[in-house]
């Protein structure tokens, strides 16, 4: 063992040995991690972690949710509560690891974990020799080159998964990924990007990143057009701002929050980390050292109940939501691809039938009126002179590869299939009206069943409403304007049923009736 090994090694044992709450009184010099060193996952063991000098965050082997499983998986968090607040994940998208597995920090400026099988899988790559590396107080986990000790060559600062902590950046190009589920930090369905055009946008995964798509924007576009070098910096007392750092000062374009003033944290030590969550939205979360509590600082949008965040339900159903959740339901004509999983969107209720001409239109599809009902999306045609909704809904009927029109003051937008990023509104929102196509031929699966509240599509088809009524007394256009009242009013989704106003409109005749979507089967 030379001196300089020997040196980094009592170091190492030294602030081992130092009680957490005495390290947290007064800056520490970092501890440094020797080359050789190595972490095994077991959480009884102090070779599981090396931890940052006041011992907040930790780098080493986490397990994921529930912990009484075998699963383990590298990456650094945020210690001593109940469930990490994981800050970062090494290969997120691995499967995790058992617990037989072995990390090691190697000189090669590596740090790599060998299975039981002795499989070596590569967890850092600085690409150039290391002398040693360090869990620093900001959360960021640093390597350091052979020659000077001062001299990062690698820090997970630069390779952020869906998390910026206090002094980190997202520089200009780079993205932010949520993670699957609170206790699954695969790469998720959501992700923030910091585009070279000065915006930080939300969008969906998977998605082209369009106009379409984005969900939330800082609204920081250069105006000239000219891409710039703007990056998003969240600093130590926890503001969330956008810097122009083409200039030496950096600075500032915009400051997406408030920061805490001291007097609200009373002097107090606040872990500041701007996250996007797996629910979609972008927050700044505060986490206070002294009584181990969090709060939300600001969230981007601002709400997570009233679906401003696309892609939250999959192709052709649409979210909607009540008092504290929101949730996803399928379109008329539609039905869930998984009961279990209802995100995942909805597909035909029906057999498709071939559509070649206006006619096969007429002949094979209904349109249903929906009201508050709304999507952004990229429609395919638009027509701004459309003087009635009857005539923008017929306009779809006849039109092979028109799926759902919308209607607004004289404007008809078409949309064809699948349908996205569908969502409710509230009532007092509703200026436009939406008419959805659906096959003739999913009326024949309901045929023979006994309730026909359960199942109103036959009503208007075959008009055979004297089935419902066996005695001729009144007219059979009053009592099948009734039914349908009727149906519309014990739909499921609230959003559906009409006004009061709306349904004396419908019995008086005012207006004309369209037939409703099956409420679920497990109404009453
Ligand atoms: C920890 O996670 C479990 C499982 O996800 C959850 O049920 C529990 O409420 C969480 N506890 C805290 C304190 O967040
Ligand atoms: C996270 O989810 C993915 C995809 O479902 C799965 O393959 C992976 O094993 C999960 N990871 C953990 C740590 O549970
Ligand atoms: C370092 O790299 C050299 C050359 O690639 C290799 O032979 C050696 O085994 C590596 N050392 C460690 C500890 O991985
Ligand atoms: C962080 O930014 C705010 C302005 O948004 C500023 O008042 C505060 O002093 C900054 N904190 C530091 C440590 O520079
Ligand atoms: C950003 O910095 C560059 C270089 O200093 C400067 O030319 C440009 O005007 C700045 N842009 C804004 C919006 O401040
Ligand atoms: C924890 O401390 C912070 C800052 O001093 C304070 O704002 C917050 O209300 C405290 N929370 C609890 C639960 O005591
Ligand atoms: C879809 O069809 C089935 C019968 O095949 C029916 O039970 C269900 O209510 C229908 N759902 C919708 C949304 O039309
Ligand atoms: C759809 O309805 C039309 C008449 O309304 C009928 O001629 C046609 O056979 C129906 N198609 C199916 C598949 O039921």
């Known amino acids: 063992m030379d001196a300089y090994t020997a040196t980094i090694t009592f170091l190492l044992f030294m602030s081992l040995s130092l009680p957490n709450n005495a390290a947290q009184t007064q800056p520490q010099v970092p501890k440094l991690i020797a080359p050789g060193s190595s972490l095994s996952p077991y959480t009884s063991d102090h070779n599981s972690m090396w931890l940052s000098p006041s011992g907040l965050f930790a780098f080493g082997f986490y397990q994921p949710g529930n912990n009484n499983n075998n699963n383990f998986v590298v990456g650094i968090w945020l210690v001593g509560k109940i469930n990490n607040t994981v800050v970062w994940t090494a290969n997120r998208n691995d499967p995790p690891v058992t617990s037989t597995t072995k990390l090691q920090f190697t000189m090669n400026g590596t740090i790599i974990v060998t299975d039981q099988q002795g499989h070596e899988k590569l967890i850092v790559n600085a690409n150039a020799r290391a002398s040693s590396a360090s869990m620093l107080d900001s959360g960021n986990f640093v390597l350091y080159g052979d020659n000077s000790n001062s001299r990062i060559i690698w820090q997970s600062f630069d390779h952020p998964t869906d998390t910026l902590l206090g002094g980190q950046s997202l520089p200009c190009g780079g993205q932010l990924y949520s993670s699957l589920s609170e206790t699954n930090s695969s790469t998720g369905r959501y992700h923030l990007n910091m585009q070279i055009d000065g915006n930080l946008v939300l969008y969906p995964a998977y998605t ?255 008009r055979e409403v004297n089935k419902l009524v066996p005695w001729e007394v009144i007219d059979n256009n009053v009592v099948e304007n009734m039914v349908k009242a009727a149906l519309w009013c014990i739909q499921d989704d609230p959003f559906l049923r009409p006004t009061m106003k709306g349904v004396v409109l419908m019995l008086e005749g005012i207006t004309d009736i369209q037939i409703p979507p099956c409420p679920n089967s497990n109404s009453t």
Request: net charge negative; hydrophobic share 30%.
């Open 208 to 462: 082209t990143e369009t106009f379409w798509d984005a969900y939330w924007s800082s609204d920081t576009k250069a105006h000239d057009g000219v891409n710039v070098k703007y990056h998003l910096y969240l600093n130590s007392t926890g503001s969330l701002q956008i810097l122009n750092r083409s200039s030496d000062h950096g600075n500032v374009i915009n400051t997406l929050n408030y920061a805490e003033e001291d007097q609200n944290t009373g002097g107090n030590q606040a872990i500041y980390r701007a996250t996007v969550d797996f629910d979609g939205i972008f927050r700044l979360h505060a986490h206070y050292v002294n009584n181990g509590s969090d709060k939300i600082i600001a969230s981007f949008p601002k709400s997570s109940r009233t679906c401003e965040v696309k892609g939250f339900c999959g192709f052709n159903s649409y979210c909607t939501f009540d008092d504290d959740k929101q949730f996803c339901n399928c379109l008329p004509g539609y039905k869930f691809i998984d009961e279990n999983e209802k995100t995942l969107g909805c597909e035909r209720n029906y057999s498709k039938v071939e559509c070649r001409s206006y006619k096969d239109g007429v002949t094979f599809y209904n349109m249903f009126r929906m009201s508050n009902i709304v999507w952004k999306d990229h429609p395919y045609f638009k027509d701004l002179t459309m003087p009635t909704e009857e005539e923008c809904s017929f306009a779809c009927l006849v039109d092979c590869n028109c799926w759902v029109v919308k209607y607004e003051s004289g404007s008809c937008t078409k949309q064809g299939l699948p349908l996205r990023y569908v969502k409710r509104t509230y009532e007092a929102d509703d200026s436009t009206t939406s008419f959805i196509k659906v096959g003739n031929n999913s009326i024949q699966n309901s045929e023979g069943h006994e309730n026909p509240f359960a199942f109103p599509l036959p009503i208007k088809t075959t």
